[in-house]
């Protein structure tokens, strides 16, 4: 008898620890950020691609509309596309630094999800990055302008040397 309750007693023990595991997996955790629900969202990769193959001057205009529209009624989806549009559209009508601060805004009532939306999560570091990249372009530029300029200085200088030496070489030897 005594034989028997010791495995029915860790049988049961282990039922009992098995049954508190599933009711801890159970039970979900809390959202961290409790968010209104927002309405149906556009198709933002389908609205993307549409914006990559206009034209510039079709993207002037889109931006034109995006942007009326965006001042009239401060929405997130507005807010959201106006800044995919300044993102993708060529110079000079896109404008990443617009684009940034449009989408680097903190969550709240007139703003929505802001920064945390999952467009704004993707877009961010990459317009932060293109812009740097911009910055280290200008840069570059500049330098290889000023390299330029001293290399076309010193050609100067050189042609002024070779035409001092052929002067020199073609004046008549007085003994």
Known sequence: MKALRLPALLLLLTLTGCAGL?????????????????????????????????????????????????????????????????????????????????????????????????LAQLLLPLLHELRRADENQSATQQKLREQQQAAEAMKQKLDALREIELRIQERPKNP
């Open 22 to 118: 599933q009711a801890q997996r159970s039970a979900t955790p809390p959202p961290l950020i409790s968010l209104p629900p927002t309405p149906a969202e556009p198709d933002y990769l389908a609205l993307a691609g549409r914006y990559r193959t206009l034209s510039a001057a079709e993207q002037a205009a889109e931006l034109e509309v995006l942007g009326k529209a965006y001042a009239a009624h401060r929405t997130e989806i507005n807010r959201l596309q106006l800044a995919l549009m300044l993102a993708l559209a060529a110079p000079p009508a896109g404008d990443r630094s617009r684009a940034i601060a449009l989408l680097d805004v903190a969550p709240g009532e007139s703003t929505g999800r802001g920064r945390l939306h999952p």
